[in-house]
């Protein structure tokens, strides 16, 4: 055996062995143990030896939105995705809710995570890799120096140019120490309430929002659909989408990344997307970031395509009889991929065809090069649909079989 086949199959033992070997992760681990545990206790005895006023209630729904739209439309779109571009005063608002979730600071947050889109499910290099099972990727991940967790920034250049983010980083437990006493002292200060507003929208809140944003590192590779991509584990999941404020829909996030939306639909539970649309609206947001609806539904029937193929496969393993109608099932799909590949060579003809038209035309003239490709662009969208319903219903059939 060469030498080189003999260190390649060294590689893994040997960073298995970093990692268990990887030392606690001191300051990180006494927050995330200590917090939950004090959280058992003092809620409930808060709640059962006082009254809590309206006030009260009112400052912790404040601050859950307050600091789970730091992380979801702050730390994560705006930051990591550079999503869309926000005024400073949206900016440093969002900046400051982050700070309050103790989640790290920008540079160590969105280090990490744009190795996680880089590396998805990698148990040695995706930082909470869900290869690694539900305690890892929750939390477990955070309470040891894994080799994985240890950054050296060079994937954030765009931050680290920023004097208020360095800031940020080189003082964070300054700031930390700073908006989690000074904003809930003056809150309690205002409603009458110091130790309620420390109990719930202190504690409390600090709790629930840690472990919301964890499950979207856990449960939403592990439980949900896949409308977009099997190509990793992310998974959309509505539920989970109400406790995060929309990122449940974490499928579609890993496939288009860059969208400043994550429930794409318009129905889709998203209050971070409805924000940043709202604040665009009122110009203190600009440039958002969205994917073309026929991109979208080119993921989506490609993936209606394998599940119908897999379902074919499952049947035909299973000792299904190839009878005609199964024959005709399968040459019914192979006819709708041959369509469909043709509308995609339609489509990224006339794409390409705009940009050609672009480039030659008049700058005064592209309304008229964009109004004139608009129908055409917009019946292709249309025959994309067609495809997906045709697969939807064929694949519908298909469940219906017995075998």
């Not at 571009?85 to 900046?95: S, Y």
């Not at 203190?284 to 609806?293: H, I, M, Q, S, T």
Request: some cysteine; hydrophobic content about 45%; charged content about 20%.
């Amino acid at each position: 055996m060469s030498d080189t086949r003999k260190s390649n199959l060294n590689i893994k033992p040997e960073l298995e062995s970093k990692y268990n070997q990887a030392p606690i992760n001191t300051v990180p681990a006494v927050i995330l143990i200590a917090t939950p545990i004090l959280a058992l206790f003092l809620v409930p005895w808060y709640l059962w030896t006082h009254s809590v006023g309206l006030g009260t209630w009112l400052v912790f729904a404040f601050m859950m939105a307050w600091t789970g739209l730091g992380i979801t439309a702050g730390y994560h779109r705006l930051f990591a995705h550079k999503a869309y571009k926000a005024h400073p005063i949206v900016q440093n608002f969002l900046l400051i809710g982050g700070t309050l979730a103790v989640e790290s600071s920008v540079f160590d947050w969105c280090a990490g995570h744009r190795r996680h889109h880089r590396f998805v499910d990698d148990e040695y290099k995706d930082p909470y890799s869900a290869s690694r099972g539900f305690w890892f990727s929750h939390i477990g991940w955070m309470l040891r120096k894994y080799p994985s967790g240890q950054h050296d920034f060079k994937n954030i250049p765009d931050l680290t140019k920023q004097k208020l983010l360095r800031h940020q980083h080189k003082h964070y437990g300054a700031w930390i120490i700073v908006t989690n006493t000074v904003i809930l002292l003056s809150f309690g200060w205002l409603v009458g309430d110091i130790l309620g507003v420390f109990v719930l929208a202190g504690l409390l809140r600090l709790v629930l929002t840690h472990h919301f944003t964890f499950f979207i590192n856990s449960l939403c590779h592990m439980f949900g659909t896949r409308p977009y991509t099997d190509t990793n584990t992310a998974r959309d999941n509505f539920i989970l989408a109400i406790f995060t404020w929309g990122e449940g829909y974490h499928n579609y996030h890993h496939f288009f990344q860059y969208d400043y939306r994550n429930g794409v639909k318009w129905w889709q539970y998203d209050p971070t997307k409805w924000l940043i649309l709202i604040c665009s609206k009122l110009g203190l947001a600009k440039d958002l970031r969205k994917v073309d609806e026929a991109t979208i539904r080119h993921a989506q029937v490609q993936m209606q395509f394998k599940k119908v193929n897999n379902r074919l496969e499952k049947l035909g393993m299973q000792g299904f009889d190839i009878s005609a109608d199964f024959k005709a099932f399968k040459d019914k799909i192979a006819a709708e991929y041959d369509a469909f590949n043709a509308t995609i060579a339609e489509w990224q003809t006339l794409k390409a065809k705009v940009v050609e038209m672009k480039k030659t035309e008049f700058t005064e003239r592209l309304n008229e090069v964009d109004e004139l490709m608009r129908a055409q662009f917009q019946s292709i969208e249309s025959k994309i649909v067609e495809h997906g319903k045709s697969l939807d219903m064929t694949l519908r059939q298909l469940r219906q079989i017995s075998v």
